[in-house]
């Protein structure tokens, strides 16, 4: 499990893969919790509002988890912009 | 009428004539071929995935499961977002590998990481069977949304038929560069059909959505928690199917291929954190298919709400744009399944197990003339075997998908074997095949295809560490020597 290990070991990418799970636990494992039609939000039965925000938000934690790789893990060699 | 028919054969020729001119003085080699020299910035990427990405099942299949399933539909909003988080995690890192060794094709990839032309060829095999259910898919809504379209102007038949072979054409000339340039056609007609339909019909029919929804409280409420208007598809299944779809959607041999076009391994990284945003028309499309519910039940094929639901709302000319923007959106996925089924079909399995000695130009030219003989293959199936859509991508995705631990494992884990992939991908295979033969799909709850993934991990982990470690210093030196 060296390579496992090493690349934990990395901060940004640790940070970056904490993020990288916050769409999994929200959209596959806390589904139990949000199968239902109330609260009607924006209009939308509560299942499909669940869904629909964090596919929304997505974009947005994976520009942060970008941003965070960048300023805690250096640039490797070769890597453009 | 005329009007209609006009546009959709004008729409048709014009990406097709796009496509070609997408090819010119590019001069055609594997690379350029298949891979676009590895020359794509994050634009053409974004379009090039999303055009293999939002398929005619977009249309058809999402909003034909809202009205007929309701709920469990969902998933569809979701998994690509879940896929495109991954991808920000092991695209990057699988792209550095494909430039490094030159790789083309997703079987190259375990060509190289595991050192064995057999499991390339077992990949490959694998690879083109869940492609052509995928192709065919496309072909069949092609040619259902033509013909409604066209008020029957055009049999279903010969839209396949005149579309596929200009997709043929466009292909065979440009690879894909054709693919991308037609995608933009694509995605700006798709997308201004979704935004009109998808936010006209409720407001033409009750005002607006939170008041459609509302009427469907009061009348169908079921329909919009899960199991839906199904008894199977319930909490368990959607979860199942979300990390199965999830995992597996860069498992297809298309879009595992299409990462290698990039310019680099931050294009594709980038590309991920935008793609979700692609996702949300889908949104749009549910709303179709839950106004058609109301405004039209009972229709025998829940495929065709989308399209009846526009014919009774629209005039017959936006009519034809629909027509028109299905064809395409057909087309587009279309084409480069048919580039990657061919490239695989004469590289990884011709040339790897029939005549390893073949020169890069002959698989050039096989791959291209494969191009014409999966065309037709795929148009016979579509003719004689149409079949209700989404069940066929399922079953497509409950293949590729078992490719998953052989390729994530293979990019972070170097204690993976040969053996280890070999066993797992075999009877993760073998698991799929049986439960759903036997009727067993869903399996306790759970989508067939996860049950396998799941299994064929831990086989894939167990089988590794108890198997001699792949020498990868000796590996690395004797692909050198290879090429």
């Known amino acids: 499990m060296a390579d496992l290990k090493e690349i934990g070991m990395k901060k940004g990418t640790r940070i970056a893969l904490i993020l990288g799970a916050i769409p999994f636990i929200t959209m596959v494992f806390a589904l139990p919790l949000v199968n239902r039609i109330e609260p009607i939000i924006l209009g939308l039965p509560f299942l499909l509002f669940w869904l629909l925000a964090w596919v929304v938000l997505t974009p947005v934690i994976l520009a942060l988890a970008y941003k965070l790789e960048k300023k805690y893990n250096p640039p490797e060699e070769g890597e453009d912009k | 009428m005329n009007a209609a028919l006009f546009i959709i054969l004008g729409t048709i020729l014009f990406s097709a004539l796009l496509g070609i001119y997408a090819g010119r003085r590019v001069k055609m080699n594997l690379e350029n071929w298949t891979v676009g020299g590895r020359q794509f910035g994050i634009v053409i990427i974004w379009l090039l995935m999303a055009g293999e990405i939002y398929t005619t099942f977009t249309f058809l299949g999402a909003s034909g499961w809202a009205y007929s399933k309701g709920a469990p539909t969902f998933y569809i909003l979701a998994y690509g977002a879940l896929a495109y988080t991954l991808s920000f995690f092991i695209l990057p890192a699988l792209?550095?590998?494909?430039?490094?060794?030159?790789?083309h094709t997703q079987p190259d990839y375990f060509v190289n990481r595991y050192n064995s032309r057999a499991l390339g060829f077992l990949v490959a095999l694998i690879g083109v069977f869940s492609i052509i259910p995928y192709l065919q898919l496309q072909l069949t809504g092609l040619g259902l949304i033509v013909e409604v379209a066209s008020n029957q102007a055009i049999p279903s038949r010969l839209a396949i038929a005149?579309?596929?072979?200009?997709?043929?054409?466009?292909?065979?000339?440009?690879g894909i560069r054709g693919t991308a340039w037609v995608s933009i056609?694509?995605?700006?007609?798709?997308?201004?059909?979704?935004?009109?339909?998808?936010?006209?019909?409720?407001m033409i029919y009750f005002g607006g959505f939170g008041n459609m929804f509302r009427t469907l409280i009061e009348q169908k409420p079921q329909y919009l928690v899960l199991p839906g208007?199904?008894?199977?598809?319930?909490?368990?299944?959607?979860?199942?199917?979300?990390?199965?779809?999830g995992l597996g959607f860069?498992?297809?041999?298309?879009?595992?291929?299409?990462?290698?076009?990039?310019?680099?391994?931050?294009?594709?990284?980038?590309n991920a954190i935008i793609m979700p945003i692609y996702q949300i028309p889908i949104l749009l499309i549910f709303m179709v298919g839950f106004t058609a519910l109301l405004v039209i039940p009972g229709l025998a094929n829940g495929d065709m709400a989308f399209l009846e639901l526009v014919n009774k709302t629209y005039p017959s000319w936006f009519m034809g744009f629909v027509g028109a923007a299905g064809a395409v959106t057909a087309m587009v996925p279309a084409s480069i399944l048919v580039l990657f089924a061919s490239t695989l079909l004469a590289k990884n399995v011709y040339k790897a197990g029939f005549n390893p000695k073949a020169s890069e130009e002959t698989v050039m030219r096989l791959s291209r003339f494969l191009v014409l003989v999966i065309t037709t293959i795929a148009l016979v199936f579509a003719i004689a075997f149409p079949e209700e859509l989404v069940n066929l991508l399922i079953f497509g995705y409950d293949g590729v998908c078992q490719f998953f631990p052989g390729v994530v494992l293979g990019l972070f884990w170097r204690r993976v074997t040969k053996t280890g992939v070999f066993c797992g991908l075999i009877v993760g295979i073998a698991v799929v095949v049986g439960l759903i033969v036997s009727g067993r799909d869903p399996f306790l709850g759970m989508n067939a295809g996860f049950v396998g993934l799941a299994i064929n991990s831990v086989l894939t982990l167990v089988v590794s560490l108890s198997t001699k470690p792949t020498d990868v210093k000796k590996l690395e030196s004797e692909e050198r020597h290879d090429r």
């Open chain 2, 229 to 245: 208007g199904t008894s199977h598809m319930g909490v368990i299944w959607v979860m199942s199917t979300l990390l199965l779809t």
């Open chain 2, 250 to 270: 860069y498992m297809w041999p298309h879009v595992f291929g299409s990462v290698f076009s990039a310019k680099s391994a931050n294009i594709i990284k980038r």
């Open chain 2, 95 to 103: 792209w550095k590998v494909g430039k490094k060794h030159g790789l």
């Open chain 2, 162 to 174: 005149i579309s596929f072979v200009l997709t043929c054409v466009f292909v065979y000339t440009s």
């Open chain 2, 185 to 202: 056609v694509k995605d700006i007609m798709m997308i201004v059909a979704v935004l009109v339909v998808g936010i006209g019909v409720p």
